[in-house]
Nanobody, 125 residues
Framework: QVQLVESGGGLVQAGDSLRLSCVASARTFSLYAMGWFRQAPGKEREFVACISWSSGYTYYADSVKGQFTISRDNAKNTAYLQMNSLKPEDTAVYYC??????????????????WGQGTQVTVSS
């Protein structure tokens, strides 16, 4: 069973930065497409960003474009989400997800087989 473990969340002030990490137990992590999603209280889970297996392609939600950067280090089985200029509306539980088929840059949650437990990000004004 593949496990994804997120870390790096916390309580920050508006304008601060955080980097989330997602470590995968999969031996074939380098073939996975990876995504980040978030869920705020009372809202549905929403897509944030995704990256192809080779890092050649990335895609962002309009709400975070230019503010967040997704990356990965296949040698470390780790995906990252660098979040800059954080705003109170970025407050949510952030989840990483893995798609072992590694096809493209999926944005739909249903296309991901594996999910982390989530890490809380709280941005105070």
């Amino acid at each position: 069973q593949v496990q994804l473990v997120e870390s790096g969340g916390g309580l920050v002030q508006a304008g601060d930065s955080l980097r989330l990490s997602c470590v995968a137990s999969a031996r074939t992590f380098s073939l996975y497409a990876m995504g980040w999603f978030r869920q705020a209280p009372g809202k549905e889970r929403e897509f944030v960003a995704c990256i192809s297996w080779s890092s050649g392609y990335t895609y962002y939600a309009d709400s975070v474009k230019g503010q967040f950067t997704i990356s990965r280090d296949n040698a470390k089985n780790t995906a990252y989400l660098q979040m800059n200029s954080l705003k109170p509306e970025d407050t949510a539980v952030y989840y990483c997800a893995g798609d072992p088929r590694g096809v493209g840059i999926p944005q739909e949650p249903s296309l991901y087989d594996y999910w982390g437990q989530g890490t809380q990000v709280t941005v105070s004004s």
